[in-house]
Every structure is written in structure tokens, then in C-alpha cells.
């Protein structure tokens, strides 16, 4: 498959009379992006615009999402979703770069984040520097859960396409191109240099723990191969956030840092070969299975080594260590990325399964670490106790009473997202 | 800040305060506000950063049999001096000083927020049991090693003193303390990962970011004899509660357990309990906690004998993103409450 990436980047954004890109600004047509959003689940939508450096808070976040839109080749964005089920990763996609669509309204579960446009929180979350057109939207009453978060998860993805269209006929101010062919030729290229792949562990353990490929809850799935550049036209898609900190949003799957750096580097010190997609579902017998899968279809690639990425903590730490182990013990040889529930004190032990195997390992960072996020002047959302106080990372008392939030990083959007997007890691004093 | 003149505490036992040696081991906590002993080479290392404002001194016998008490008057004292850090030692190989060290060093982060130097030698039983609460530099195993000793702590005494960043161990001279700290790094993660696994393919030497725990194994208990006779309790950490969430244990990170009675209850319905986990879907133990917490079978095996009796109470936690140490805190004292009301089995269920 070959993709041609053409990104735009957005320098700013703003409301106007037409959605369009003119000099490095996303001007957005509220009415029209509204009246693309309208569905039955949800009592009202509405629109905020939220900047770098501003004194904003958002929150709770369940999602975000890069608007993209495909200008050649099959398919487009988000299949399964807002688009057929073509199979995507070819001919050439625009990107609005520098924009992002976050979304937000009526707390699903425990399990949302939060995003700070300036202050100590901004520094823990991509989101602070991108341009966000922020949707807020309020379910009918009684909604039940699940179809709340289903809706939530179209819309946004509804918007990110519709603001993505804007970019189709804009010159790209840069265009990279990814070529990544099929096995038997893959194989053969680079045979003086040693095959790799990535192995892509999804979160699946229901509600608000939920990715989806191809419009798939990928609990049904089993592991499958996957062209590197599928996920930037959107064949992975969030299922809204459990603990906000290290749920891959919809954005970061779109630009799912490992399989870029991988491909940065192939042909330099490896050959990148491919990728195996895999989930973290909750019984035992799933996780032996998907785990068992894994090893077979990565020994079947034939590649000397893979990077492994994990989603989530707890219990996918067990479905981690089950594929680094069936790895190693074939003679594959992985390196973990996780991230560490060490306590707020740090003096805990990290993860909830451990192997000597498992001895290259890169951490995200430690999500119980406290924080202070001092007040904003304006909130996008709802910054009330009974959001702050109940989130993943909050507890009684986190909403003091100035209006700052004391709370472990856990609660921030992609603080320690398991894909390296970030540069924090954690080390041992 | 770095104008300021630190205030230290100095902490010593009864043999460098020159009071005797093991005939003299159990004279009780006093203070003197003056430099002693070992705090003249300390004063001098510490030169115009620091001053020692006063110096603590305690039998090591009196320490270590009288820990509770000990600690409590030490604290007390090093209160009402108001110092930036306290200095412990150096103790060397000295096992009970070593100990008693450490325990200063705890209920002084604990009590009063104050960071703590020490000096020992790395087979002290006092840096296992105390390493994560001091920053313990290491000496040599006797006193011979003074003269090293104090200058590496003084250094590192003004350092955390004045609150500055520290570096790893290696870089600052103390022994690991076991505890995890984020930081950012030039790289972002994926970048490092695609790094490591490079090294890892080519055979090149490379450090793992975590190195993974040893976990301890708990063998299972000895089978109940008769179940028909035994009293058994649930306990979860799926963290059921009553409909309101009473005790607001958090949806994640959980820094507290629930007790709760449930004399007279044979079912946990929607309108009674409910999940207050963050870390699983909770729709179905929302709509029946005994899918969680299973008191309505455990309460018809009660009244056919097939159990002797369901415990009056639960106890319950969110297993969510909760950390290891605050886990193993609930349990002990979750069992040695359940071993004194005669509780024989415990249903554990979990998420």
C-alpha cells in the first residue's frame, strides 16, 4: 500500500459564514457543522472553539479526533463508521494538522478526562497544543449508556469528517509518503538488515474501554495483520476514554507514533514488515487465545523482533506480559511500552503481572503522581464535583474550593498514553 | 532560595553523643541545641549553607524496644526546631542504629513533610526496611568511613533541603530508594522504544526504562473441612457499595476500603447497591451487584446448611488502578478483622 500524507497545517481556527481553510486558518460554519451532527440520542449539541495558551479547561473529555479527509484511492475516513467498509491506507489523504476535534458533555461513566489549555496540566497533554473545535452535547433523558457513548463516538467522528472535507482541495504545505508493500516483497527488501513488526494491543473490556476497527468491536475480533498505513485513514477508532490518561484517542490512533517512528526508520536499521492487531479482552481464555495468536501470526511474518504496545493498566497488563513471554520464548525478541500505577507515592510495585522476560521495557510514566491544575477562566464542559471528584484520577475533595483540581495525572487526557506519543517516562530514585 | 541558611536537625544515638556505649543503650530521646559528635564534622561539611540548629540523641536499645514512643518524642522534638532536613547517623553497620535511623527518617516524612539524610552501609537492616522513607548514602561498614561519609551527606542534605530536583542515585550518591518519579525526556516513547528494540536486535547493550518486580506467591490456604459449618465473609475489589457511595471510595486509586453490614440482606438490587469501580463497564453490576458480590446465592446456601453462615459483614475496594502497598494495607487489616469476628473462608471476588 502506498499513501500519500499531504498535511495542512492550521495555525489557528476560527467561526465564519464558510467552513474552509484559507492561509493556515480553519474557519468552521457552526450552523452547518451543527445541522451534520443532529442525531435522536442527543438532547443538544453545541460548539466551542478552545486555543493553545488560553485559560480554558475542558472537561470531561471522551474523545478526540484529527480531522482527515481522503482526496484519492479507496474508501474513506473512519470506515465502519462514516464510511463503507473499503479497505483503506492508499492514495492520498490531507490532513488538517495543528486542528483537533474534542469532544465532550454528560460524564458516560467514571472514566472521562481532562484537557487544560494553558498551566502545569498543559504540559501533560497534546491536546493543549492543538486548535480544538470542542462539541458539547447533552443525551436525552434516560439515555441508556451505552447507546450514549455510541452516539458520542459518531458524532465526533461526524465532525472530524466534515472539517477534514475542508482540506480537500488545499495545497498541502508538506506531503510524506508511505510505501509499504505486500508480504512476499516486504520480506524481500533489506535482507542485509533485521525484520520487525508491531504488535497493537487494543483496549476491549467493554464500555468506554472499547476500540473498534473497521467499524468492529475488536472484543469479536481475532489477532490480524494490518498495512502500517491503515490507521491514518482512521481504521482504528476509540471507543471513548476509560481512565483518560491512557485510553488512545481516536487522534492518537490516526497518528499511532510507534508505526511512524518504525517507518522513519525502516530501511535504515531494520526492515518494518507490518502489523499485528490484537485485543485485551477480560476472561482468561481470551487472553490466551488472543495471545496465542499473536505469537503465531508474528512467528509466521518471520521477524526477528516487534515492539508491543500496551492500552489501559490492570488487567491488560496480563495480556501484555502473555504476549512478550510467547514472543520471547519462540526466540522473537520485544520491547514493551506500558506505562506504571506505582502509587502517589511511587514507592508501589508498577504493573499487575510481571515476567523476566519481558526485560526491554519503555514506560509512559507513572499516572498515580499528583498533580495541581490551578483554575482557568473558562470551562468547556462541566468542572463541578460531581465530575472531578468521580473521574479516574480524581477523589473526595480533588475540586478545591478556588476552583483548582488536586488529582493524579491519571485524570489528564493522554498523560501517559502507551503509544509514545510523549516524551515523560519514570524513573527509580 | 539558596540564600536562605538551612536549618538541620541532627539525629544520633547514645555512642557518638559520647554518652556510653551498650551499658548506656537505653537512655530515652533528649535534645541539646548544640553541635555533637558526629555534627562537628557535619557543621564543617555543611559550612555556610546549613546550620545545625539542635541534635536529637537516643539509645539504640531504648529506640528499638520502645519503637512507638521513640519515634513520637523524636518528632515531637524535631518540631518545635522548624528545620528544612534532618540529618540521621551516619550508623555504618551499626544494625539498631541503623534501624532506629530509619524509623526517624519515616515518622519525620510522615508526621512533619521533612525530606531526611542518613549514612549507611549497604548490608544495614536499616536501608531494606527504611530506604524508600531517607536518603540514604552509602558508607563504609565502620566509622572509619566518616571522614567520606559526611561531606556526601552534608551535599545531599542541602540539596533536599532547598527542594532542588535531585538526579538519579548514581548521580547524587544515595542507595535507591525504590520509588518511582516521572520525568521528561528529550524523546518521545515510541522513538525510545524503536531505540531499544534497535539494540536489542543488534545484541548492544540497552536499559529497560522498568525493570520488572519479582512478585511475591501466596500459597492457598489448607480446604475448609466442612463447609456446612463454616463461616465465610466476602470480601471484593470490585468495588460494590451501598447505592450512594457512603464512604466515597474512588473510581480509581483507591485510598480507602468499605465495611458494610448486611444483616437481613438476601439480594443487592438497583435501588441498594451499586459499582463505584472505574475500571470496568458497570452497567450489569449496577443493575445487580450480586453479579459482583454474590450474597443472594450465598444467602440460599445459608438457609439450606450447606454453608454454616454468611459473615454479617463485606468489605470492599476499587482494584483499579489501586497500588500494590495500599492494597496490602486493606488486607492486613481487613484480615485480622475477619480473623478476630471467627471467620473460617473468604469469598474474594474481583473484576
Not at chain 1, 451532527?37 to 442527543?42: A, C, P, Y
Not at chain 1, 484519492?72 to 492508499?90: A, H
Not at chain 2, 538551612?6 to 543503650?25: P, S, T, W
Amino acid at each position: 500500500m502506498r499513501l500519500e500524507l499531504g498535511n495542512i497545517f492550521i495555525k489557528d481556527v476560527q467561526f465564519g459564514s464558510e467552513t474552509k481553510v484559507e492561509n493556515g486558518v480553519l474557519y468552521v460554519n457552526k450552523e452547518e457543522l451543527l445541522a451534520e451532527l443532529v442525531d435522536e440520542r442527543l438532547a443538544s449539541i453545541d460548539v466551542e472553539l478552545a486555543k493553545p495558551g488560553e485559560s480554558t479547561r475542558i472537561v470531561p473529555v471522551k474523545d478526540a479526533i484529527e480531522p482527515r479527509v481522503k482526496v484519492e484511492g479507496p474508501g474513506g475516513l473512519f470506515p465502519g463508521f462514516v464510511s463503507k467498509v473499503d479497505m483503506v491506507g492508499s492514495g492520498r489523504t490531507h490532513v488538517l494538522k495543528g486542528a483537533c476535534v474534542l469532544t465532550t458533555g454528560k460524564v458516560v461513566g467514571f472514566q472521562e478526562g481532562i484537557v487544560d489549555m494553558s498551566g502545569p496540566g498543559a504540559e501533560y497533554t497534546p491536546f493543549s497544543k492543538t486548535n480544538n473545535i470542542v462539541i458539547i452535547a447533552q443525551p436525552v433523558e434516560g439515555l441508556e449508556r451505552h447507546s450514549h457513548e455510541a452516539a458520542l463516538r459518531l458524532m465526533g467522528l461526524k465532525a472530524a469528517a466534515y472539517l477534514g472535507e475542508a482540506g480537500r482541495n488545499v495545497t498541502p504545505d508538506e506531503v510524506v509518503v508511505y510505501d509499504c508493500p505486500p508480504l512476499q516483497e516486504a520480506l524481500q527488501q533489506y535482507p542485509e538488515l533485521p525484520k520487525v513488526a508491531y504488535v497493537y494491543m487494543l483496549q476491549s473490556q467493554g464500555l468506554l474501554h472499547d476500540t473498534y476497527f473497521y467499524g468492529v468491536d475488536v472484543k469479536q475480533i481475532l489477532p490480524t495483520f494490518m498495512y502500517p498505513t491503515e490507521v491514518m485513514d482512521g481504521a482504528i477508532v476509540s471507543g471513548n476514554c476509560v481512565s483518560a490518561c491512557d485510553k488512545n484517542t481516536t487522534y492518537h490512533h490516526l497518528n499511532s507514533p510507534i508505526i511512524h517512528d518504525l517507518l522513519e526508520r525502516h530501511g535504515k536499521d531494520f526492515n518494518f514488515i507490518g502489523v499485528v492487531v490484537t485485543n485485551e479482552n477480560v476472561t482468561l481464555a481470551d487472553k490466551e487465545r488472543s495471545s496465542n495468536f499473536t505469537a503465531k501470526l508474528v512467528h509466521w511474518l518471520g521477524v526477528d523482533g516487534v515492539i508491543i504496545s500496551e492500552e489501559g493498566f490492570g488487567n491488560p497488563d496480563a495480556d501484555l506480559i502473555m504476549n512478550s513471554t510467547k514472543l520471547e520464548k519462540l526466540g522473537i525478541k520485544t520491547v514493551c511500552v506500558t506505562d506504571e500505577y506505582a502509587g502517589r507515592d511511587g514507592a508501589s510495585q508498577s504493573l499487575a503481572d510481571s515476567n523476566p522476560l519481558a526485560n526491554a521495557v519503555v514506560t509512559a510514566g507513572n499516572a498515580n503522581e499528583l498533580i495541581v491544575l490551578p483554575p482557568m477562566e473558562r470551562i468547556i464542559g462541566d468542572a463541578s464535583a460531581d465530575v472531578v471528584d468521580v473521574i479516574a484520577g480524581g477523589f473526595a475533595g480533588s475540586l478545591q474550593p478556588d476552583g483548582s483540581i488536586k488529582a493524579e495525572i491519571q485524570i489528564i487526557t493522554g498523560a501517559t498514553n502507551e503509544l509514545g506519543f510523549n516524551k515523560m517516562s519514570a524513573r527509580m530514585l | 532560595m539558596s540564600d536562605k541558611k538551612l536549618r538541620v536537625v541532627h539525629y544520633i544515638n547514645q555512642f557518638y553523643a559520647g554518652i556510653g556505649g551498650e551499658e548506656k543503650a537505653d537512655v530515652p530521646p533528649e535534645v541539646r541545641e548544640a553541635v555533637v559528635g558526629p555534627g562537628m564534622a557535619l557543621r564543617a561539611a555543611l559550612g555556610d549553607d546549613a546550620e545545625i540548629v539542635a541534635t536529637v540523641i537516643c539509645g539504640d536499645s531504648y529506640f528499638n524496644e520502645h519503637l512507638e514512643e521513640a519515634q513520637k518524642a523524636v518528632v515531637e522534638m524535631i518540631r518545635q526546631y522548624n528545620p528544612d532536613v534532618v540529618v540521621a547517623g551516619p550508623a555504618f553497620n551499626a544494625g539498631r542504629y541503623g534501624v532506629a535511623c530509619g524509623a526517624v527518617a519515616k515518622a519525620v516524612l510522615d508526621e512533619l513533610g521533612i525530606p531526611v539524610v542518613s549514612g549507611m552501609f549497604p548490608e544495614n537492616p536499616g536501608v531494606d526496611m527504611y530506604r524508600k522513607y531517607a536518603y540514604i548514602v552509602e558508607t563504609g561498614n565502620s566509622a572509619a568511613s566518616m571522614r567520606q561519609a559526611i561531606p556526601k551527606m552534608a551535599k545531599l542534605a542541602v540539596k533536599v533541603g532547598r527542594g532542588e530536583e535531585l538526579g538519579t542515585p548514581e548521580e547524587e550518591g544515595y542507595m535507591e530508594r525504590g520509588v518511582r518519579k516521572n520525568i521528561f525526556l528529550d524523546k518521545r516513547g515510541s522513538m525510545r522504544a524503536v531505540e531499544m528494540l534497535v539494540a536489542k536486535l543488534n545484541d548492544q547493550p540497552f536499559t529497560t526504562e522498568y525493570p520488572m518486580p519479582t512478585f511475591d506467591r501466596v500459597e492457598p490456604g489448607k480446604a475448609i473441612a466442612d463447609v456446612s459449618k463454616a463461616k465465610i465473609a466476602l470480601v471484593t475489589s470490585g468495588g460494590i457499595v451501598p447505592k450512594g457511595n457512603p464512604d466515597r471510595i474512588e473510581s480509581s486509586s483507591a485510598s480507602k476500603y468499605g465495611k458494610y453490614d448486611i444483616a437481613g440482606v438476601s439480594d443487592l438490587t438497583e435501588d441498594t447497591y451499586e459499582t463505584a469501580h472505574g475500571g470496568y463497564d458497570p452497567t450489569y453490576a449496577n443493575e445487580d451487584s450480586d453479579r459482583v458480590l454474590p450474597v443472594d446465592v450465598l444467602r440460599e446456601m445459608e438457609a439450606a446448611g450447606k454453608i454454616g453462615e454468611l459473615h454479617r459483614y463485606f468489605y470492599t475496594t476499587t482494584g483499579n488502578g489501586t497500588s500494590v502497598a495500599n492494597a496490602a494495607k486493606f488486607a492486613k487489616e481487613i484480615a485480622a478483622e475477619l480473623v478476630a469476628d471467627g471467620v473460617q473462608a473468604v469469598i474474594l471476588t474481583s473484576t
